[in-house]
């Protein structure tokens, strides 16, 4: 079945600056690759998504980037702000296949 | 717009008794998901129903019982619980091939 891998498990950055966070996908067969984003207290939201047919997808300050034959995928954060602070997951699935979660990464940043 | 809404929010047991956690989403979802999450393990599924009228064992389905009541609603039993049920559930939808949207989760202590 698949596996995800995620790191760093934290990340401490400061106001401003660039966050980055790598998430390594097993089975080939996986096509959708989401990431949600976790405040304290809170149920996991999704923040943006990317399907296997594309390299890279933008929505403003974050951006995500998908490299097919490495089956590896990254979740960029630009101009970082403290409101950017929660745990960040990423997660792999395919259509015969539930999501497969990473274990997190706590964000903090710092003003 | 409530989206998946979960109820109670908090809930404390002791061990051997029974309780059932609700979850209803009203945007006429076919998946449903019920997610562990204790600390440094990420989302573990438990049971998840792919359409009304099925179920099926996720990860980690021992000391758990689903019912899919209808196409809004599903919901998590616990029959006898253990501290080792003492966790965060979250409860998620999804309708086609896209994210997950998560209701806000309830925090279960089992003492």
């Known amino acids: 079945g698949e596996n995800v891998e995620q790191h760093p498990s934290t990340l401490s950055v400061q106001e401003g600056d660039s966050a980055v966070i790598k998430c390594t996908y097993s089975?080939?067969?996986?096509?959708?690759f989401p990431w949600y984003k976790q405040e304290l207290g809170k149920g996991p939201q999704l923040i943006i998504d990317?399907?296997?047919?594309?390299g890279e997808k933008k929505d403003q300050r974050i951006a995500v980037t998908l490299n097919k034959t490495a089956k590896h995928f990254s979740l960029h954060i630009t101009e970082t702000q403290p409101e950017d602070s929660a745990v960040y997951f990423c997660?792999?699935?395919?259509?015969?296949?539930?999501?497969?979660f990473g274990p997190g990464t706590r964000l903090s940043v710092l003003p | 717009n409530a989206g998946v809404t979960q109820t109670p929010k908090f809930q404390v047991l002791k061990t051997g008794q029974s309780m059932t956690l609700q979850c209803a989403q009203d945007?006429?979802?076919?998946?449903m998901y019920w997610y562990r999450q204790d600390p440094g393990m990420g989302l573990r599924l438990i049971y998840y129903?792919?359409?009304?009228?099925?179920?099926d064992k996720g990860e980690v389905p021992n000391g758990y019982n689903v019912s899919r009541l209808n196409k809004r609603e599903f919901s998590l039993r616990l029959e006898s619980a253990a501290p080792s049920q003492t966790s965060v559930y979250f409860c998620?939808?999804?309708?086609?091939?896209?994210?997950?949207?998560f209701g806000s989760g309830t925090r279960l202590t089992v003492v």
């Open positions: 997660a792999a699935s395919s259509p015969r296949q539930n999501f497969v």
């Open positions: 089975d080939s067969a996986s096509n959708y």
């Open positions: 990317i399907r296997s047919n594309v």
């Open positions: 945007m006429n979802h076919n998946s």
């Open positions: 129903s792919a359409s009304e009228g099925t179920t």
């Open positions: 998620a939808s999804a309708g086609g091939f896209s994210g997950y949207t």
